[in-house]
């Protein structure tokens, strides 16, 4: 989700690929406490950090126009684009500390044949979370995945990781009121909406309304 970037009152067009991505990414220091990278396991998923074997998976979520419907960004149409976008991901430091590839077995290979092997399981990327800005939750997930709590999964072990791991109180959310499927995750996360804007971002869709959303630090 880029659409916290570009405001109507600073970027009358739509921006390059280059220029958003730059702007997602650009993360000169670390803002918070000690961190480093990590991998994060849930019930069903591995939240590991973005590696360059992650191409062709981003290219698919990121040239569906199903997944990509309210980014700023247009679907991608060449693997180019999503590789500059990997590529600064893999770069930042915030690769394995905020921002994660979501990974799940390999469904193609059978559970005996997993438990046999010493080795970690083949697994398979399925989807993408990061806090950017150490402030701004955004997710990603492959079409065929929806649907699956895989999204809820992976947000909230995200979460959870960011209240152990930094000090910080609030996590924000930028949301197209039209893009139910991300609600929802986000009020069964907890985020609560604190705002709501008009015309904030013309993308590939048109003119975009949005909805801003907080989650607070759990107490105690
Ligand atoms: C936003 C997005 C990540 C949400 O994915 P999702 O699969 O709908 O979200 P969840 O993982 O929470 O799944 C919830 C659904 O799974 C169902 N489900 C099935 N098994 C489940 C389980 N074991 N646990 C929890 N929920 C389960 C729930 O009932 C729910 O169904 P519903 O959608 O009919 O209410 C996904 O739509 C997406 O990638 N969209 C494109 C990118 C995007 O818009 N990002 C946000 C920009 S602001």
Not at 6 to 31: D, G, I, K
Not at 45 to 59: E, K, P, T, V
Not at 70 to 89: C, G, M, R
Not at 122 to 145: H, K, S, T
């Amino acid at each position: 989700m880029y659409r916290k970037l570009p405001t109507v009152q600073t970027w009358f067009r739509l921006p390059s690929n280059s220029e958003v991505h730059s702007a997602m990414l650009n993360t000169s220091t670390l803002r918070g406490a000690s961190m480093t990278p990590t991998e994060i396991r849930t019930t069903r998923l591995l939240l590991r950090a973005a590696q360059i074997g992650d191409l062709d998976a981003y290219f698919k979520w990121f040239s569906d126009p199903d997944v990509m419907k309210y980014e700023i960004l247009s679907p991608h149409t060449n693997i180019k684009q999503t590789k500059y976008f990997l590529d600064e991901v893999i770069e930042s430091p915030y690769n394995g500390v905020l921002y994660f590839s979501v990974c799940i077995p390999d469904p193609a290979v059978s559970n005996n044949r997993r438990g046999r092997s010493k080795d970690r399981p083949p697994m398979i990327v399925i989807g993408r979370i990061a806090i950017r800005g150490e402030e701004e939750i955004e997710f990603m997930l492959d079409r065929q995945y929806w649907g699956k709590g895989f999204a809820f999964e992976m947000a909230d072990a995200l979460l959870k990781h960011f209240w152990a791991t930094l000090p910080h109180d609030v996590v924000k959310a930028d949301v197209d009121p039209r893009n139910e499927r991300s609600l929802r995750l986000l009020a069964r996360l907890g985020f609560e909406v604190v705002g709501k804007a008009e015309k904030t971002f013309e993308t590939h869709i048109g003119w975009c309304d949005s909805v801003y959303l907080e989650a607070r630090r759990p107490v105690g």
